[in-house]
């Protein structure tokens, strides 16, 4: 079973969160054949929390988990504190492969949809 996991930061904005919540509903409907499991985790200031939901869907069964890390740039969120909760996971869960993406900004998709973006 494979599962994706898009995290963002998380907001005191509910309405933050929720747009976040519905950008994944959007993704899965677009992906949704590749995976079995398709859910959203946040760092800080919402809920569900990463570890959370991966523990969540390694319950459900998954043994592949790619993370997609929705932030713009390499800070510590993307350098460390992604992996470190991803470590964890994988000592506590060794028989499931775990993969991290490249953050949302270092995309080439990115640079189109900006390009894109000041072109209108």
């Known amino acids: 079973m494979k599962a994706l996991i898009l995290v963002a930061h998380g907001s005191r904005q509910k309405e933050a969160n929720d747009d976040f919540q ?3 509903a959007a993704v899965a409907a677009r992906v ?10 946040f760092l800080e200031m919402a809920e ?4 959370a939901v991966i523990r969540e869907v390694v319950e459900q069964g ?17 350098s460390r504190d992604i992996p470190a909760l991803v470590t964890a996971a994988e000592e506590v869960h060794p028989q499931v492969r775990f993969v991290v993406t490249s953050h949302l900004g270092a995309s080439e998709e990115m640079l189109e949809a900006l390009a894109a973006l000041a072109a209108h």
């Open 22 to 24: 519905t950008l994944v």
């Open 32 to 41: 949704g054949h590749g995976f079995d499991l398709v859910r959203h985790g």
């Open 48 to 51: 569900p929390e990463l570890s």
């Open 62 to 78: 998954a043994l592949s988990v790619k993370i997609v890390p929705y932030f713009l740039g390499p800070g510590s969120h993307v």
